[in-house]
């Protein structure tokens, strides 16, 4: 199986390194021409924990190209058999789902690992809904330079097509094979046909986690430790519940205690919005918070917890010129 994971942030490097460790034959893309100059020369570099006590350090060699040359291999002879789409939310955009839609054949899928909500009806304007996936994984990641991804926590990946397919027996095999590929990889990883609700849990979970730590500067577990901060953890959380019911979407029913284990097994972890902070980098702030006030607006509600803190981390952006 072919495989080109497109996007070389934390998440993106740890996947393709780990894919690329078990034997799958991995494309890396990376926004910038010098970051895939500097792993075609040096390789990427994966630290995993071995133990409590010592770190294991692999070099694996992908295929790596820079955006830039990436329409060089596109068409039907070039297409891989899976796409991953690791950017950021904020670089979806309707030039980049033209873009995948080049590099795409009609067996291949796409499978979406972006946090927030509202990327997939950018990207079923140029690609077949039933040829899109999503996905959405508690693995820890980061990235400590160009080259190096520090596998930071295990979790869980769950795996599923956005559309109901046109030929199920087929989409039921590769969804096997997917399945075995990140299983091989260490991953673990689980097949749902109702991957919405996944999203809707983990966009739940991160609605109260990212915008909290970008705005206190703390590590994901500081969260459970401050007695101040968890009434407005839960203001956050049943906000978003509310809004999920209006919608009709169905939620976990254990979803606070999975928060809670969210903090506990990522405790030493800063949060990918806590990282674009503190290197005044715009956040994935509207795809999550954004995209909750999006969908409360339709609605007809009223999300008062999440309007402020969407303030107060917009505000924390402007602060650098930018917006």
Known sequence: ????????????????????????QIELVTRSREQADTLSEEGLLLLKKKSDASQQEVIVRPIVMSEDKLELTTGVQ?????????????????????????????????????????????????????????????????????????????????????????????????????QKMFQDAGFNVSLSNKITSKVWNKLLINSVI??????????????????????LMRALFEEGVQLAGKLGIELADDLWEQLLTVCERTAANQSSML??????????????????????????MG?????TVYQLVRSIEQQWGKI
């Open 210 to 231: 990212n915008p909290l730590t970008a705005i206190l500067q703390i590590p994901n577990g500081k969260l459970t430790q401050l007695p101040a901060t968890m009434p």
């Open 1 to 24: 199986m072919k495989v080109r994971v497109i996007g070389a942030g934390a998440l993106g490097m740890l996947i393709a390194a780990s894919l690329a460790e078990a034997g799958i």
């Open 303 to 307: 999300l008062p917890a999440h309007r």
């Open 275 to 300: 990282q674009d902070i503190r290197a005044c980098r715009l956040t994935e702030l509207d795809s999550i918070t954004g995209g909750l006030l999006a969908k409360a607006q339709q609605a007809g």
């Open 78 to 178: 070039a297409a891989p058999d899976v796409i991953l789409l690791m950017v950021k939310q904020t670089a979806v955009t309707e030039e980049l789902a033209d873009k995948i839609a080049a590099q795409m054949k009609p067996e291949t899928r796409l499978i979406c690992f972006q946090n927030g909500i509202g990327h997939t009806d950018i990207l079923s304007r140029s690609i077949p809904a039933e040829q899109i996936w999503l996905a959405v994984t508690t693995e820890g990641a980061f990235r400590h330079h160009s080259r190096c991804v520090e596998h930071t926590g295990r979790g869980l990946t769950w795996l599923g097509p956005l559309s109901m397919p046109n030929d199920q027996k087929n989409e039921d095999d590769l969804e096997k094979k997917l």
